[in-house]
């Protein structure tokens, strides 16, 4: 029983550096929608595999939360993140970290981070 509990909590914490690196590299939305998605494939499962009922409502509702994910998806990210060019050149930080391996910090100012980003 101990070393199934111990087992246990090492899964977690190693599963736990995932959620933050998702955080730290894809920012809180793209956490929030990935945990989202992966509840509703376990709801999915639990419904295929094993015969678990869901009524009406809650279908309505599972319909409703990936509709809401789709259109944020679709429409969201647009409005959201401008090209370097309409940000009068400046360069997206969550961007730069994931080309540089988080080379470019978020105090640099925006000619540091135009050179790090030069190809070589």
Not at 2 to 21: D, E, G, H, M, P
Not at 47 to 52: G, M, P, T
């Amino acid at each position: 029983m101990i070393k199934q509990c111990v087992i246990s909590c090492l899964a977690w914490i190693y599963l736990q550096n995932f959620i933050f690196l998702t955080v730290t590299y894809f920012g809180p939305l793209t956490c929030s929608i990935i945990t989202t998605t992966r509840k509703f494939f376990t709801i999915l499962g639990s419904v295929l595999i094993f015969r678990h009922p869901l009524t009406t409502l809650q279908w309505t509702g599972t319909v409703l939360v990936f509709a809401g994910l789709s259109l944020d998806s679709a429409f969201g990210k647009a409005s959201k993140h401008k090209t370097a060019s309409e940000n009068n050149g400046d360069v997206d930080v969550r961007s730069d970290m994931m080309m540089n391996n988080g080379l470019v910090f978020e105090g640099d100012t925006h000619q540091q981070k135009r050179e790090k980003l030069k190809p070589l």
